[in-house]
C-alpha cells in the first residue's frame, strides 16, 4: 500500500533519530582524538647536560606522552663513539651533529618530511649558512642550535702601551699595525708576536678555517657546484684568488717578509695570546672561556672580523653544531618533532644560549642581540657567514695546514701546494662518491 505524505514525513524522522543516537552510542563514549603514545627518545651531545634541561622541560611539556633521555658525551671522543654506536645499533634517536659534518656522515642521519620542516621555513627562521650546511640539495637534515663566527681578538693593553687607539677593521689596517706591535730582536727571534696568523695548525688554533675565510673573501670557490671536485686553486678570470689568500696568510711567518710576526715555534696561538705574548688572534666565540680560564687577569676585546674592506659586502665564516635525526631511530617523527621544537622554540632557544654561552641560530634572537654588547658581533656576522663542503673535516683541516707547511718551509711555491691540496681534497671527494 503506498504511503502517503505524512507517513513518509514520520518514517524519514523516525530514521534520523535512530542516526543521530547511533552515532552518539559510538561516538558520544569517548574523545575525538586518540591518545598520543608513549614515546622514549635519547639523545647524545657534546654540551653539559644543564644547557638542555630548561628546553627538553619544555618540550616534555608539550608533549607530555614523550621521555627524554640525554647522555653528554665527551667531545673529544664524541665522533668515535657516536659511530660505534650507530654501526652496533645502539645509537641516539637524536644527535648533536657539526655543521661540516652533513658530506661525510649524511648516509647516517634522516632528513626530515616537508609535511613537518621545509626549505621555506628554514630559510625564513635561519640564515643562509644554515641551509649550505643542512640542506645544501634541498633536504634538510638538521637544524641549528647556534651559530659560531670568526672574529678579531686583541689585547687591550698591549694596544695602549704601543699607542694604538683605533683597532682595524680591514686586513691592510691589520697589515699596518704588526709592525707597531711586534718585538723582534736583531736576530729576527720573535719575543711578542703581533698576531698569531701564518702558521700552520701545529701552533694556529682554526688555521685552516681562517685561511679559508681568506679564500671566500678573496672570491674563491670551494667546490664546483655538483661538489665533484675543489675549486679553491682555480682562476677566476686572470687571477687565482686561492693563491692570492695563500700568499697574504704566509706572508706573516715569512722570515723575508717585512710582515713577518709568526713561526710554529711559537706553540699553542691560544696559549700565547692569553700569556700576552701575542697581541691578536682571529677565533671563534666558544674560545673566549677558555682565554678567561687560562689568564683570569688577561684584558682583551673581541670585535668583528676583518674584512677586505670596510665598504664590500661582509663575508664571515662558520662553525657550529645542529641536532640531527639517527636513521636508525624507530621513530623518526618524533624525534624530528622534537629537533624542531628545541631548535626553532624561541624561549626554549634561548635559554639554551644563556646557558651555554653562544651566539643565536634564529633569525628572530639575531635580531634581537644585535645591539647586545657581547653577542651582538657574532648575532650580525651570522647572517654574512659562510662555508664550504668538506668530505671530511679533519683530513681537509690536514690537508690545508700542510700546504701552509709547505709554503713556509719552501718546500714548494704558494702555486703548486696550492695545485696539491687542491688535488688532495678532489680526491678525498671522489672516493667519497664513487662514479
Known amino acids: 500500500m503506498p504511503l502517503n505524505r505524512a507517513q513518509i514525513i514520520i518514517i524519514a524522522a523516525v530514521a534520523l533519530v535512530i542516526l543521530i543516537l547511533g552515532g552518539l552510542f559510538i561516538f558520544g563514549g569517548r574523545d575525538e582524538t586518540e591518545k598520543p603514545p608513549a614515546i622514549e627518545l635519547t639523545v647524545w651531545g657534546v654540551e653539559p647536560r644543564d644547557s638542555f634541561n630548561e628546553g627538553l622541560n619544555n618540550y616534555r611539556a608539550f608533549r607530555t606522552n614523550v621521555r627524554v633521555d640525554y647522555e653528554e658525551i665527551n667531545p673529544a671522543n664524541y665522533e668515535s663513539e657516536l659511530l660505534n654506536a650507530l654501526a652496533a645499533g645502539q645509537g641516539p634517536d637524536v644527535l648533536m651533529f657539526k655543521s661540516a659534518w652533513l658530506p661525510k656522515h649524511y648516509n647516517k642521519i634522516a632528513p626530515v618530511g616537508d609535511s613537518q620542516f621545509n626549505l621555506a621555513q628554514l630559510q625564513q627562521l635561519f640564515p643562509m649558512v644554515a641551509e649550505q650546511d643542512f640542506a645544501p640539495d634541498g633536504l634538510i637534515y638538521a637544524l641549528p642550535l647556534y651559530i659560531d663566527t670568526l672574529a678579531f681578538y686583541y689585547n687591550t693593553d698591549i694596544f ?42 701545529k701552533s694556529v688554533d682554526a688555521a685552516g678555517d681562517i685561511l679559508s675565510l681568506l679564500m671566500l673573501q678573496s672570491g674563491a670557490e670551494m667546490t664546483d657546484k655538483d661538489f665533484t671536485r675543489a675549486t679553491f686553486g682555480d682562476f677566476v678570470g686572470d687571477i687565482r684568488p686561492g693563491e692570492i689568500a695563500l700568499d697574504f696568510y704566509t706572508k706573516f711567518s715569512d722570515i723575508g717578509s717585512a710582515f713577518y710576526t709568526w713561526n710554529d715555534n711559537l706553540g699553542s696561538s691560544l696559549d700565547s695570546f692569553a700569556s700576552g705574548k701575542t697581541a691578536m688572534m682571529f677565533n671563534y666565540l666558544s674560545q673566549k672561556t677558555y682565554l678567561q680560564n687560562k689568564n683570569p687577569f688577561l684584558k682583551f676585546k673581541i670585535l668583528p672580523m676583518l674584512q677586505p674592506s670596510v665598504s664590500g659586502s661582509a663575508v664571515n665564516y662558520a662553525s657550529y653544531w645542529g641536532l640531527a635525526v639517527s636513521n636508525k631511530s624507530a621513530v623518526p617523527e618524533w624525534a624530528w618533532d622534537m629537533v624542531i621544537f628545541l631548535a626553532t622554540d624561541e624561549l626554549t632557544a634561548e635559554s639554551f644560549l644563556k646557558t651555554t654561552g653562544h651566539s643565536p641560530a634564529l633569525r628572530s634572537l639575531i635580531q634581537k642581540h644585535l645591539n647586545d654588547p657581547e653577542l651582538g658581533i657574532f648575532a650580525k656576522q651570522a647572517l654574512s657567514a659562510r662555508s664550504w663542503p668538506r668530505t671530511d673535516e679533519q683530513s681537509v683541516a690536514n690537508i690545508f695546514s700542510q700546504m701552509i707547511e709547505s709554503v713556509n718551509s719552501r718546500q714548494l711555491e704558494s702555486r703548486n701546494a696550492l695545485d696539491q691540496a687542491e688535488a688532495q681534497v678532489t680526491e678525498l671527494i671522489r672516493l667519497r662518491n664513487p662514479q
Open 160 to 201: 695602549n702601551t704601543a699607542g694604538v687607539a683605533v683597532p682595524p677593521a680591514t686586513w691592510l689596517d691589520f697589515q699596518n699595525l704588526v709592525t707597531k706591535l711586534r718585538q723582534i730582536d736583531a736576530q729576527k727571534n720573535i719575543t711578542r708576536a703581533a698576531a698569531a696568523i701564518g702558521g700552520s695548525a
